[in-house]
């Protein structure tokens, strides 16, 4: 039995394939598109899945959508009604898209699978579960229990904003919910807004932003009291209250009243390019504190209602890794899996397999290894011949290499040499997080690394962390933490031995001054709080990655190298040689690898393409 999953038509959309319940490939749409967050409907991403599986659309037994839209239309309805009259201008744009899109979202599905030659007469099954009910399946599913308790958490689906359910067996029990206009994830993007990021895609800059806040500073505890006395309660049980006074995003235009927040805070709603500043920082810090408390009372609750050992979780804020690890250090469960692609993405794969399990009844067979993702490496991969084909087009200069171990070797000394080397090898990764498939690299101990990246290859803020790929087996050596972590989805600690002293007044210290202190002899991982965004290399799902770091450590020592995602600021991932290449010209990166080819900037023909990409790629 064959399913296609689909998310669409909110953000992040996306398609996922599966075969008697197996998964075979899933994919982002803005990955083909390169719009980032692209939300229209994935055909690329369908076409892709269907030719990896070697099928046509109408050889598929069920089309799975990631949600059921009437209810989401109650919910607008519901909403409107509620908070009347305010809300109108919000009212008069929304109702016409519903009205003639979203309403009749079924008849939109099949004419657009009709593009892809889809045949009505076929009459497949087309499904429609429930937002939450498809993030739970993805996460559980996957997992290696065969009983857990399932958490997941974002905005807004229909009406859940977060749920609590048991998953056993093939089962899926939805145990209790937290509904709008109340929402964690809604509440955090609420600060992404407030400090100057895009909401649905910023939420990472603000985690990451966190800790350049003081811990110690008392406008820390305060902006946490207040926070809870004026916007939000935080009950034990894990659910949350937010006081509609000081929102907007219910019935208006925006995330927060801007004049109200001002008042409580004591500054105004920052914009994109304005200074950051040690108020901004301990703000950020504040909800992050916050969040991390209302991601452990769920999880404590969910402990509560399930008695499980493991606790598996998916939803736009299970991608928030600070809180993750919190849950996980704070041993409430014996075992943990998240779902790499989190957000809505991540949709499209559980509402087929919640289809292909609940709907269809079929047996689920509990994977004996890590996790079913497969590394999350479920997208394209390219031939020798698409690479040369590429390197035709842009008259490249490369040299080929038949022994993978010889290019192993060179790419590492070349890393260790100080130069960033982009890296295209295998299938693309399905999710966020690029990991070994599509990444920029770079030498952990290089102290102008971080900056380097983020100034030159990124075009991004220079506060931005990157994260550690390490051998799995080598873990414990650098990071308080000896379990795996292969999605980069768990903050942990660079261990106490690898740690530099820091300044009595280090806290005190401006963004920029503490920024460029050396914290760690990896000290362009090593995040200004000590900690680290990990991934677990792991030999079975990425051989080529791991030997990549095997020679590293064999030439350095260290068997750990930095990792970002394959893109400059604002831009999607790469998914292809030529997306790489073009990506590699109009960046400062030293080298390039894609499969067995190694190009060197050095001897690349001069870039006759306008560098455009800033205008091509909005600040996100």
């Not at 050889?59 to 919910?75: C, N, S």
């Not at 219910?250 to 108020?279: C, I, S, Y």
């Not at 080929?400 to 192993?408: K, Q």
Request: with cysteine; charged share 25%.
């Amino acid at each position: 039995m064959t399913i296609l999953g689909i998310s669409a038509f909110y953000h992040d959309s996306a398609a996922a394939l599966i075969e008697d319940g197996r998964i075979v490939a899933a994919a982002q749409e803005e990955r083909f598109t390169r719009k980032k967050h692209d939300p229209d409907f994935p055909a690329n991403a369908v076409t892709y899945c269907l030719q990896y599986g070697g099928l046509t659309i109408n050889q598929v037994d069920a089309i799975v959508f990631y949600d059921k839209p009437l209810l989401k239309f109650e919910r607008l309805l519901e909403t409107y009604y509620t908070f009347a009259p305010k809300g109108l201008r919000s009212f008069l744009m929304a109702i016409p898209v519903w009205l003639k899109e979203k309403l009749f979202l079924k008849r939109l599905i099949r004419q657009e699978l009709e593009k892809l030659g889809y045949d009505p007469a076929k009459k497949a099954k087309l499904l429609f579960p429930e937002h939450h009910l498809s993030h739970a399946a993805s996460a559980f599913y996957p997992s290696p229990f065969r009983r857990a308790a399932i958490l997941t958490i974002d905005g807004v689906g229909e009406w859940a904003t977060a749920s609590i359910g048991l998953g056993e067996g093939e089962n899926i029990t939805i145990l209790k919910e937290l509904r709008f206009p109340h929402s964690l994830g809604l509440l955090y993007s609420a600060f992404t807004y407030f400090l100057g990021f895009r909401v649905n895609s910023g939420e990472y800059k603000l985690m990451g932003l966190a800790p350049y806040g003081d811990p110690h500073a008392p406008e820390v505890a305060r902006y946490v009291a207040l926070i809870k006395e004026k916007l939000v309660d935080l009950r034990e049980d894990g659910s949350v209250w937010l006081n509609q006074d000081y929102f907007d995003y219910a019935t208006g235009l925006t995330m927060v009243n801007e004049a109200k927040w001002a008042d409580v805070f004591g500054f105004p709603k920052r914009q994109p390019d304005d200074e950051l500043k040690a108020h901004h920082c301990n703000l950020g810090l504040a909800i992050q504190h916050l969040t991390e408390e209302a991601v452990l009372n769920m999880g404590r609750e969910a402990k509560r209602l399930t008695n499980a050992d493991a606790i598996v979780l998916a939803g736009g804020v299970a991608l928030n890794c600070v809180s993750n690890g919190k849950l996980q250090k704070a041993g409430i469960f014996k075992d943990l899996f998240i779902q790499p692609a989190a957000g809505d993405a991540g949709g499209a794969l559980g509402a087929a397999l919640a289809a292909y399990h609940i709907y269809f009844g079929q047996e689920r067979i509990v994977t004996t290894e890590r996790d079913a993702m497969r590394g999350s490496y479920l997208g394209p991969t390219f031939s020798d011949l698409d690479v040369e084909l590429m390197a035709v087009k842009y008259k490249a200069v490369s040299t080929h290499f038949s022994d993978v171990g010889e290019l192993s070797r060179q790419t590492a000394k070349l890393l260790a040499d100080g130069n960033v080397v982009g890296w295209v090898q295998g299938r693309m990764e399905f999710g966020p997080r690029a990991l070994g498939g599509r990444s920029i690299l770079g030498d952990p101990r290089n102290a102008e690394m971080q900056k380097k990246l983020n100034l030159k290859i990124k075009y991004r803020e220079s506060f931005r962390p990157f994260a550690p790929s390490v051998l799995a087996e080598d873990c414990a050596e650098y990071f308080d933490y000896d379990g795996a972590s292969p999605y980069m989805l768990l903050v942990h600690p660079v261990t106490e031995s690898r740690r530099a002293s820091l300044p009595a007044n280090y806290d005190s210290f401006p963004l920029r001054e503490k920024l460029y202190y050396q914290r760690s002899d990896l000290p362009s991982i090593t995040h200004i709080d000590f900690s680290a965004r990990i991934q677990t290399v792991h030999k079975d799902t990425n051989p080529r990655y791991y030997q990549l770091i095997e020679a590293f450590k064999q030439l350095t020592g260290y068997g750990v190298i930095v990792n970002t995602s394959f893109n400059v600021r604002g831009e999607p991932i790469v998914c292809t040689p030529d997306d790489a290449y073009r990506c590699f010209m109009r960046t400062e990166m030293d080298y390039l690898v894609v499969g067995n080819y190694l190009f060197d900037k050095r001897q690349q023909p001069q870039w006759q393409e306008k560098d455009n990409w800033k205008e091509e790629f909005v600040l996100d």
